[in-house]
């Protein structure tokens, strides 16, 4: 089920429309993660990838950046994938057609929140077994697009949150790379510390 959807502008973080599932219907605190969506609106940059998906508690979030705009679901964790990111490109196409010219020259929050309505009324279509869904599930499986879902990038929000940034793929791999260096580098210290003669501790020495 998808809880909630936002659209910002990705230069500011500005939110520009939302729509969300109440309460009592979802189970969810909708407010938490709409203060959480808000924060990562706020960390998106040229580097960001297109295309992520953020695990944050029991939920995910699944953006996707068009036109320099940031399309941003929150989805029980068993939804599927594929039909959230086609509910993504479906809303992207259809709010860029209507608001596009003018999303640049905005400066209230929610200045298109009457897209609401299209947006609540497409994602009933997106509900599981829904018609939106199936030909989505068809039209992915025609195109080969089902792999290339999987392989979307997954990240977890208090390491976003953390670190201030949402990360490429590259710079994540650079990043776990230098963890492990400070860690190796740790663990000499401690043994040179401790009087180990470096010559009979297996690891890389440079002589």
Same mark, same amino acid.
């Given at each position: 089920?998808v809880?909630? *959807?936002m659209?910002?502008?990705v /230069?500011?973080?500005? &939110?520009l !429309?939302? *729509?969300?599932?109440?309460?009592?219907?979802?189970?969810? @605190? /909708?407010?938490?993660?709409?203060?959480? !969506?808000?924060?990562?609106?706020?960390k998106?940059? &040229?580097?960001s &990838?297109m295309?992520?998906?953020?695990?944050?508690?029991?939920?995910l979030?699944?953006y996707?950046?068009? @036109?320099?705009?940031?399309?941003?679901v929150?989805?029980?964790? @068993?939804?599927?994938?594929r039909? !959230?990111?086609?509910?993504?490109?479906?809303i992207?196409?259809?709010?860029?057609?209507?608001?596009?010219k003018? /999303?640049?020259?905005?400066t209230?929050?929610?200045t298109?929140i009457?897209f609401?309505?299209?947006?609540?009324?497409?994602?009933r279509?997106? !509900?599981?077994?829904?018609?939106?869904?199936?030909?989505? $599930?068809?039209?992915a499986?025609?195109g $080969?697009?089902?792999?290339? /879902?999987?392989?979307?990038?997954m990240?977890?929000?208090?390491?976003?949150?953390?670190?201030g940034?949402?990360?490429?793929?590259?710079?994540?791999d650079?990043?776990?790379f230098?963890?492990?260096?400070?860690?190796?580098? @740790?663990?000499?210290?401690?043994?040179?510390?401790? $009087?180990?003669?470096?010559?009979?501790?297996?690891g890389?020495?440079?002589?």
């Amino acid at each position: 089920m998808v809880l909630m *959807t936002m659209i910002a502008r990705v /230069v500011d973080g500005l &939110p520009l !429309a939302a *729509t969300m599932q109440e309460d009592e219907q979802s189970g969810c @605190n /909708v407010l938490e993660y709409q203060n959480q !969506a808000k924060m990562l609106f706020r960390k998106l940059g &040229p580097q960001s &990838p297109m295309r992520c998906s953020i695990e944050t508690g029991p939920y995910l979030f699944h953006y996707l950046i068009e @036109n320099d705009i940031c399309y941003l679901v929150l989805c029980e964790r @068993n939804y599927s994938k594929r039909l !959230a990111f086609a509910y993504l490109e479906e809303i992207a196409q259809e709010f860029f057609q209507q608001y596009g010219k003018r /999303v640049n020259t905005v400066t209230r929050p929610y200045t298109f929140i009457e897209f609401d309505t299209w947006m609540q009324r497409t994602r009933r279509q997106y !509900a599981e077994g829904g018609a939106r869904a199936r030909r989505a $599930g068809a039209a992915a499986q025609l195109g $080969g697009q089902l792999g290339d /879902v999987q392989r979307i990038m997954m990240q977890n929000i208090d390491d976003v949150l953390q670190r201030g940034a949402i990360l490429s793929g590259k710079e994540i791999d650079i990043l776990q790379f230098c963890k492990i260096i400070i860690c190796i580098i @740790n663990h000499y210290m401690i043994c040179y510390s401790k $009087g180990v003669d470096k010559d009979t501790i297996p690891g890389l020495w440079v002589h």
